[in-house]
């Protein structure tokens, strides 16, 4: 019986990417049956919603869904899809990737860490407001149910992955009692994985050091905000938001999706990359328990991206998103 998954292709070169990396799954394992379905601007211009009933259903329904870069409306009354989605199913947890690749113009060719993104709460809760007409005041909330809840993720993710070293950052120095509860929960989490060491860094310091010596990190722990700036500043050492996949992953539900966004500039023209959404599916497959299908295709991309001459425009060949993908499906 084959398992069910959400697909959901995006905005802009969401539909080329995300139908070429399904297309390598579906070269890999015969197991998967999707079900496609809209949302973003697509969706808002097919029936007035950005994010439809019918989408929020399946997912409810598949409890995995593969996702495509979506674009929200810039404008007053739009909510962001992404977060939409993720305080929906209660995806409290952002996991990001950051992982060199033969073959790949990046600054480092030898990194492989993991950087854990609290995803349900802090300034990303959206509670703001105009307390005068010229003061805006946005409210950063930090619980300690939702900090051991994401320390303890991260822990499990070092177990899983045969990492020893989990780092946490914050700015504690200065937000005493928001960034000190973050601080003190995962502190209070370590003691129960002894084997693996605990440090925590200062988030200005991070960023200085994630720069200059990547290689001295395994796994790292952040609230939100700072994930979300950590994660997309790491993945310029290894190549950019092209080579950067993504997991939201809740209790029962899992959202696997590109970090990149929807590029409308290139969007139809058969040139994307769709390496990030064929990373995000390797995620997926491991999530679901298909190893062996994600071995294959992690194996088939590296033998691919390992020859510059089968690159994509973006980094560097000539290759369609067509022809690449055709590529990593004769690789396998």
Sequence with gaps: MKRKITLIPGDGIGLEIMHAATEIIDAATDTIEWEENIAGFA?????????????????????????????????????????????????????????????????YKDLDLVIVRENSEDLYMGIEYMAKDDVAQSIKVITKGASERIADFAFKVAEKENRSKVTLAHKANIMKLSDGLFLESGRTVSKNYPDIKFEDVIVDAMSMKLVMKPQDYQVIVAPNLYGDILSDMAAGLVGGLGMAPSANIGEETAIFEPVHGSAPDIAGMNIANPTAAILSGIMMLRHIGEDSAALKIENALKKTLKNKKLHTKDIGGNLSTTEFKDEIIKAM
Excluded: H, M, W
Aim: net charge positive; hydrophobic share 30%.
């Design 43 to 107: 969706a808002y211009e097919k029936c007035g919603e950005l994010l439809p009933k019918e989408t929020i259903e399946s997912i409810e329904r598949n409890k995995i869904a593969f996702k495509g870069p979506i674009t929200t409306p810039v404008g007053k009354g739009f909510r962001s899809i992404n977060v939409q989605l993720r305080q929906k199913f209660n995806l409290y947890s952002n996991v990001r990737p950051v992982k060199s690749y033969e073959g790949i113009d990046a600054l």
